[in-house]
C-alpha cells in the first residue's frame, strides 16, 4: 500500500488549496481513506474522512469549508478547502487501514498567513 500526498502550500486567509492523495494497493470501492493534520506542537488530529462509496464525514471545525471527494478513475482521493484560517495551518497527511494495518503518506504542509 501507497500513499502519495501532494498539494500543500502557502495561502493567505480566506483563500483555497487542494491536497490530492493516491493510493495504490487498496481497493478504492472499499477502503475508507482520511485526511489528518498536525498544527505545530499539537498532536494529530483527523480531519476528513471518505468512504469506499464516496462519504464523506469532517471534523466540525472545517464544516462547510472543506469537501472531501474520490476520483476511482485515478486512484484519487482530493481534499478541497476553501476559507482557509490560520489555524488550519499544518502538515497534511492521508491515512488509510488494510488488513489492520495503518498506512500513512508523506506529509504535505499547508501554511495559512492572516
Known amino acids: 500500500v501507497q500513499l502519495q500526498a501532494s498539494g500543500g502550500g502557502l495561502v493567505q486567509a480566506g483563500g483555497s488549496l487542494s491536497l490530492s492523495c493516491r493510493t495504490s494497493?487498496?481497493?478504492?470501492?472499499?477502503?475508507?481513506v482520511s485526511w489528518y493534520r498536525q498544527a505545530p506542537g499539537k498532536e494529530r488530529e483527523p480531519v476528513a474522512h471518505?468512504?469506499?462509496?464516496?462519504?464523506?464525514t469532517y471534523q466540525e471545525s472545517v464544516l462547510g469549508r472543506f469537501s472531501i471527494s474520490r476520483d476511482y478513475a485515478r486512484n484519487t482521493v482530493r481534499l478541497q478547502m476553501n476559507s482557509l484560517k490560520p489555524e488550519d495551518t499544518g502538515v497534511y497527511y492521508c491515512?488509510?487501514?488494510?488488513?489492520?494495518?495503518?498506512?500513512w503518506g508523506r506529509g504535505t504542509l499547508v501554511t495559512v498567513s492572516s
Open positions: 491515512h488509510t487501514t488494510r488488513g489492520g494495518v495503518e498506512f
Open positions: 494497493g487498496v481497493n478504492s470501492r472499499i477502503t475508507l
Open positions: 471518505i468512504t469506499g462509496d464516496g462519504m464523506g
